[in-house]
C-alpha cells in the first residue's frame, strides 16, 4: 500500500513572503531540485470546486438547500488580511452588500486574500450576515473582540497570527502572546474557528545532533561534495529572488544564549554571513566578495530563535552550517522554519501550528486544510499546519476544505477551510461549537493512509449527524430534574438540578418564573404573577459559569423574597429557563424534560 506522508510536493517548502495565517496561492519554485538521498517526492493533494468540496465533507445533495436556508439571522465575522476588490465586488452585486458589513479596511493594504475567502464563505454560508475584519497588523486584539460581539456576532472565521515556532512553549514570551488573544475571547465568550497556519512546508522539527564541532540536522543535512573538507554535513538552501529568511529556534529555558552559531558559505567555498548571539543580542555578519564586512545588531527574539535574513544574495546554492557552542549535551531540541528560500528535500512539519493553537481554549477551534488526495480521499494538505498543544492533544482539531477551485483560480489555505465547518454548525445554536464538533466528527472520509499524527484530533464533521434528529440524540435533553421548595420568613428557596451538554466555557443564567394557575371550564390557564413593587414578573436570574464539556446535575437554588410573593392561596407554577452570553438569546431557552414545577400556597 503506498503511504502518504504528508502528501508533499518536496518543492513547496519555499519561503512566502510575509508572515501570515493564510494565502491565496501558493507559489512554487521554478527550479526544482533533487530528492535528498533516502526520500522521495510524495504525490500532492488536488484542488476541488465548492460543490465537490461540500461532497468530500459529507453534505447529502439535499442538505445543501437546508443549510444555506438555516443560515438566515446567523452573524459571522471574516477576520483576514487583504480585502482589496471587496468594495467593487459588493457594488456589482446587490443582494451580497445586504448581507455584507466592511467594518474595518486597513488603508493601503492592496492584498486580495481576505477578499477570496470571503468568496468562499459567501458560496457556502448562504445569507448569514458576514461582517468584515481586516487583521493586517491588528495591535487590538480585545478590542476587536469586544466590537464583534457588540454586534451580535456568533462566530468568527480568524486568519491571522504571527509565525512563531518556539521549542519551549510555556517560556514568558508564549505566556503573553496567548494571554492577549485567548483572554479576550473567554471574555467575550465568542466562538474563534482559527486558521492553523500555512507553515506544513516551512517547518522542521528535529534533535540536533553533535558532530565535532557542529550540530546536524537529522534528514535535511548532506555529506558536502568535497571530501577534503572538515565539514562533514551541510544544509542546502537556494535563495528566492536573491534573499534568503529563515530562523532556528532553541529551548531557550535550557540556553538562556544560543548554544549555536550559522555559518554561511556559497556552494564553491568562502564565507557570506555569519550569525550568532548572546543572552540580548543576535549579531550578523556579511561578507562581500572582497571579503569586507558589515554588521548588523539587533535585540534577540524573546522566543528563542536566531534570524538569519539576507538580502541581494546570488540565486546559487548556498550551505549553512550550525556551529556548536554549547558541549554539554550530544543532543538539542530545536525547530528550523524558513519563510524565504528553498530547502531540498521534504521538511517533517511537526509542530508547524501556528502559537494561537498551542493552548486549548473553549472558543477558539483549530481548522487544518484538506482536499483531495491520490486515492479520492479526503488528505491534508501539504501546507496545512499541524502538532500538538502543550499538553499533548493533537492539532488541529478539525479539518475542512482549504485547496479551492473558485471560477478557475486556485485559492490555497487554512482560511478557506472555516466557513465550510461553521455552515455545517447551524443547528448547534445555543452549545458550544467544540464540544459539538468533537461528537459529531470522525476519520472516516479522511484518507487511511494519512499518518495517524496528521489526521487532526476529531477528523471531519459528519453532516448527517447534525441534522436535528440525529444531534437530539447525540446531545441527549437538557432536563431539570430533583425540584424540592420551602417556605420561610425571607421567602421562597427553590432547588433543583440542572444538566445540559456541551457548554463548555460558558456563562449561563437560570430563570425561575413564577405563575398562577385557575381552573375555569375544564381548562388550566397560567398567568404571570407581577411583583407590586417592581411592576415586573417575579422571578429570580442566577449567573453561572461551565467549566466542563457538560453541565451534569448541577445544583441550583433561588430564593424569591417574601414581598414579592403573592398573599392569593391557590396553585401556582414555576418555569424554568436559561439566557446564554455566548449566543445573546433574548428570550430564555426551555429544558427538554422537567421545565416546570407546581407548589400551593396556602
Not at 535550557?254 to 558559505?265: D, E, H, L, R, T
Not at 538580502?311 to 522554519?337: C, F, G, K, S
Not at 490555497?412 to 447551524?426: C, E, H, I, K, R
Amino acid at each position: 500500500m503506498h503511504r502518504i506522508s504528508r502528501l508533499r510536493n518536496p518543492d513547496m517548502n519555499m519561503a512566502i513572503t510575509a508572515m501570515r495565517c493564510a494565502l491565496p496561492v501558493l507559489v512554487l519554485l521554478a527550479t526544482a531540485s533533487a530528492p535528498v538521498q533516502g526520500q522521495t517526492p510524495q504525490p500532492e493533494t488536488t484542488p476541488i470546486t465548492v460543490p465537490e468540496a461540500r461532497a468530500l465533507m459529507g453534505y447529502p445533495p439535499s442538505a445543501v438547500n437546508m443549510v444555506l436556508g438555516g443560515l438566515e439571522g446567523i452573524k459571522v465575522a471574516i477576520w483576514d488580511d487583504g480585502f482589496a476588490g471587496i468594495e467593487e465586488w459588493l457594488k456589482a452585486n446587490p443582494k451580497e452588500a445586504k448581507l455584507t458589513k466592511i467594518i474595518r479596511l486597513k488603508p493601503g493594504n492592496t492584498g486580495t486574500h481576505g477578499f477570496g475567502v470571503y468568496r468562499v464563505a459567501r458560496q457556502v454560508l448562504g445569507d448569514a450576515e458576514i461582517y468584515l475584519y481586516d487583521a493586517l497588523n491588528a495591535p487590538d486584539v480585545p478590542e476587536l473582540i469586544a466590537d464583534m460581539k457588540a454586534r451580535g456576532i456568533q462566530i468568527v472565521n480568524a486568519s491571522f497570527g504571527a509565525g512563531l515556532f518556539p521549542v519551549d512553549r510555556s517560556i514568558p514570551a508564549v505566556e503573553r502572546y496567548l494571554a492577549r488573544n485567548h483572554a479576550a475571547v473567554s471574555k467575550e465568550e465568542l466562538f474563534l474557528f482559527f486558521a492553523a497556519g500555512n507553515t506544513g512546508a516551512q517547518v522542521h522539527d528535529f534533535e540536533a545532533k553533535a558532530q565535532g564541532f557542529i550540530f546536524t540536522i537529522p534528514d535535511l543535512m548532506v555529506p558536502r561534495a568535497d571530501s577534503k573538507t572538515k565539514m562533514p554535513e551541510i544544509l542546502r538552501v537556494m535563495p528566492v529572488g536573491g534573499n534568503i529568511n529563515l530562523s532556528i529556534y532553541w529551548d531557550r529555558r535550557a540556553y538562556p544564549a544560543p548554544p549555536f552559531s550559522i555559518q554561511v558559505s556559497p556552494k564553491n567555498g568562502g564565507s557570506l554571513a555569519y550569525l550568532e548571539g548572546d543572552e540580548k543580542n543576535q549579531r550578523l555578519w556579511v561578507f562581500d566578495k572582497n571579503g569586507a564586512k558589515t554588521e548588523k545588531v539587533t535585540r534577540i527574539s524573546a522566543f528563542g530563535r536566531l534570524d538569519l535574513d539576507l538580502t541581494n544574495v546570488p540565486n546559487e546554492e548556498v550551505h549553512l552550517v550550525l556551529r556548536r557552542l554549547a558541549r554539554d549535551n550530544a543532543q538539542i531540541p530545536m525547530r528550523l522554519h524558513i519563510k524565504r528560500g528553498h530547502i531540498p528535500g521534504s521538511l517533517n512539519g511537526r509542530e508547524s501550528a501556528h502559537l494561537d493553537s498551542v493552548a486549548d481554549n473553549p472558543f477558539i477551534i483549530t481548522v487544518g486544510a484538506i482536499a483531495r488526495g491520490p486515492d479520492g480521499k479526503a488528505a491534508p494538505t501539504s501546507f496545512s499546519g499541524w502538532g500538538t498543544t502543550r499538553d499533548g492533544g493533537l492539532i488541529p482539531h478539525i479539518h475542512g476544505p482549504g485547496q479551492i477551485d473558485l471560477d478557475g483560480n486556485v485559492l490555497q489555505g487554512t482560511s478557506f477551510s472555516a466557513p465550510f465547518v461553521t455552515a455545517m454548525l447551524v443547528a448547534a445554536n445555543g452549545y458550544n461549537p467544540k464540544n459539538i464538533l468533537e461528537r459529531v466528527s470522525d476519520h472516516r472520509r479522511l484518507s487511511p493512509s494519512v499518518p495517524a499524527e496528521e489526521r487532526s484530533r476529531w477528523g471531519m464533521p459528519a453532516m448527517t449527524k447534525l441534522f436535528p434528529p440525529a444531534l437530539r440524540r447525540i446531545v441527549g435533553p437538557t432536563k431539570v430534574e430533583n425540584w424540592s421548595h420551602r417556605i420561610d420568613d425571607k421567602g421562597l428557596h427553590v432547588s433543583n438540578t440542572f444538566t445540559r451538554c456541551c457548554m463548555e466555557g460558558m456563562t449561563y443564567n437560570p430563570v425561575i418564573e413564577l405563575f398562577r394557575l385557575r381552573d375555569a371550564g375544564g381548562k388550566t390557564t397560567a398567568e404571570r404573577v407581577i411583583d407590586p413593587a417592581t411592576k415586573r414578573v417575579v422571578h429570580v436570574l442566577l449567573t453561572k459559569r461551565n467549566m466542563k464539556k457538560d453541565i451534569e446535575k448541577e445544583p441550583l437554588s433561588f430564593t424569591i423574597p417574601k414581598a414579592a410573593l403573592p398573599t392569593e392561596p391557590g396553585r401556582y407554577q414555576l418555569r424554568f429557563g436559561f439566557f446564554m452570553k455566548a449566543w445573546k438569546n433574548s428570550t430564555p431557552h426551555r429544558p427538554h424534560e422537567g421545565g416546570a414545577y407546581e407548589f400551593s400556597l396556602n
